[in-house]
């Protein structure tokens, strides 16, 4: 899959393991970068993976500062 393949809402669904619904919802809402053209969502997948990405890693990082701080007798 190259990096600046162009996705369908049911491909970037299936990519991240999804509900086509909440891809479509999160596109409407602006949550996932999207660009409508016609009545169709369209998705690049470099920009959907850098995405990604930065959800991951700040999720991740507030899972080992709420441990570290768990473990702080401050």
Not at 42 to 66: G, M, T
């Amino acid at each position: 899959m190259p990096d600046d393949e162009i996705m369908t809402l049911e491909e970037v669904a299936a990519y991240l393991k999804l509900k086509p619904q909440t891809i479509y919802t999160w596109a409407q809402e602006k949550r996932i970068p999207a660009a409508k053209l016609g009545k169709e969502w369209r998705f690049k997948r470099s920009v959907i993976d850098a995405w990604f990405n930065q959800h991951f890693d700040e999720k991740f990082d507030q899972i080992v500062k709420k441990t570290a701080n768990n473990g702080n007798p401050d």
